[in-house]
């Protein structure tokens, strides 16, 4: 089934189905960003900002949050 289908079939929902579905693929965005953001992590591409940050840190270039 293409995108512009599955949009078709969307259009035809009662709007709490559609609250439903909006629900349920936003929870599923989030599964697929912390998976990637794991496998980013393994791959060591996060390593270089972790330095840096770790570095701010340690040299007092860092500010609390607004609260």
């Known amino acids: 089934m293409s995108t512009a289908e ?3 079939e969307v259009q035809k929902l009662p709007p709490d189905e ?3 579905l ?3 693929i936003r929870e599923y ?3 697929l960003w912390d998976q990637q ?3 980013d992590i393994c791959a060591g591409k996060l390593n270089k900002v972790a ?6 840190l340690r040299d007092g ?4 949050f607004p609260e």
Do not use: D, H, L, Y
């Open 6 to 8: 599955i949009i078709g």
């Open 18 to 20: 559609v609250f439903e």
């Open 22 to 24: 909006s629900r349920w």
């Open 29 to 31: 965005e989030a599964e």
């Open 37 to 39: 953001i794991e496998r």
């Open 51 to 56: 330095q840096e940050a770790v570095a701010e």
């Open 61 to 64: 270039k860092t500010r609390p």
